[in-house]
């Protein structure tokens, strides 16, 4: 998974305006983002078409509060530059729980 930090909300958006992108927000601290870490390969790898894009809300505050990412760990998933579905809210995710949420929102 690419870690990223970008100077701004513009630059992401130009970096995800084509292909097929799943956002992960974390952070460090968080102890329910270290509860799904050792899974998000394994869910990578059934989104083979999808990058995914782990973008640290503690260096990257500005773009969490550009896109109301208020919980982490937090998934939002684009497709050619546009929002296709959300999952964000404050609570532990399981790996059960995130394929699902992509599985839906990719059928949309």
Not at 43 to 52: A, K, M, S
Request: hydrophobic fraction near 35%; include cysteine; charge should be neutral.
């Amino acid at each position: 998974m690419e870690k990223v930090f970008y100077n701004s909300f513009n630059e992401l958006k130009h970096k995800i305006k084509n292909g097929k992108y799943v956002l992960v927000f974390t952070a460090d601290w968080c102890g329910d983002c270290k509860f799904i870490e050792p899974v998000l390969p394994e869910i990578e790898n059934t989104f083979r078409e999808y990058q995914f894009i782990n973008i640290d809300t503690d260096k990257n505050m500005h773009i969490a509060r550009s896109l109301n990412i208020f919980g982490i760990p937090s998934f939002v998933v684009y497709d050619s530059g546009k929002e296709i579905d959300r999952l964000v809210n404050k609570d532990r995710k399981t790996k059960n729980e995130i394929i699902s949420f992509i599985d839906q929102a990719i059928e949309r």
